[in-house]
């Protein structure tokens, strides 16, 4: 059974430019959970969703990062006009009940911005 | 506004010794606490968890410490092995928030042979 797949693992993008981070839940998982990891802040968390539909986006910057879920098996967050503070690891989880706090993350994009 | 704290940061202890790693949180409407672990360029991965209607949770060697009162919990591993050094993460949850957890900074353990 396949883990929670991200891609890309890597991506550097230069100031102002965009960036889209994809995300494949486990098959069957009824929420995706969005999370970001820096050594200063620890894991952040940004956004979820149950059953594809947007739940809590508390954590997400307003006016740059965008999450979507067109359908069941895929997630993506777009950052656009990217900064060098928004430099981190950015983790993607599924989990299959959504109440239990049993999160299966994936090995995390890390994203670099120049 | 960090919810959950880890202590100590960062922990050393030799092979076959105990280490301890605490947490401590703020909400005391928190009623869930897992522990993850992670090893460098992987995600976290859920290691054990205890319910705030326990006190105590075990598994292996394992086993996870829980003071409601106090708002503090603990993470013991006992017999430490070389392939326990990882990052471990304290998080803290809510029935009912649908598995949105608040993540301590983690505590880095090295076990030296």
């Known amino acids: 059974n396949a883990g929670v797949i991200q891609t890309p693992r890597h991506k550097v993008t230069g100031k102002g430019q965009e960036a889209t981070l994809w995300c494949e839940p486990i098959?069957?998982?009824?929420?995706v959970f969005w999370y970001r990891q820096t050594i200063v802040q620890g894991l952040e968390f940004l956004t979820y969703?149950?059953?594809?539909?947007?739940?809590?986006d508390s954590g997400m910057p307003k006016e740059r990062f965008s999450a979507q879920m067109p359908n069941q098996s895929h997630s993506t967050l777009k950052i656009q006009s990217t900064q060098p503070q928004d430099s981190a690891v950015y983790l993607c989880?599924?989990?299959?009940?959504?109440?239990?706090?049993?999160?299966?993350f994936g090995e995390g994009s890390k994203l670099t911005v120049l | 506004q960090q919810q959950v704290r880890q202590s100590p940061q960062s922990l050393t202890v030799w092979e076959g010794e105990t280490a301890i790693l605490n947490c401590s949180y703020e909400?005391?409407?928190?009623?869930?606490f897992p522990w993850y672990q992670q090893f460098p360029g992987e995600g976290p991965a859920l290691l054990i968890a205890?319910?705030?209607?326990?006190d105590k949770k075990e598994d292996g060697r394992f086993t996870i410490f829980f003071n409601k009162r106090e708002k503090k919990l603990s993470l013991h591993i006992t017999d430490s092995q070389p392939g326990d050094s990882a990052t471990y993460f304290c998080?803290?949850?809510?029935?009912?928030?649908?598995?949105?957890?608040?993540f301590g900074k983690g505590a880095k353990l090295t076990v030296s042979p």
């Open positions: 989880a599924s989990s299959s009940d959504w109440n239990t706090g049993q999160l299966y």
């Open positions: 098959s069957g998982h009824s929420a």
């Open positions: 969703f149950r059953n594809q539909a947007p739940i809590d």
């Open positions: 909400n005391s409407a928190f009623d869930y």
């Open positions: 205890i319910r705030s209607v326990s």
């Open positions: 998080a803290a949850g809510m029935t009912g928030t649908g598995s949105k957890l608040s």
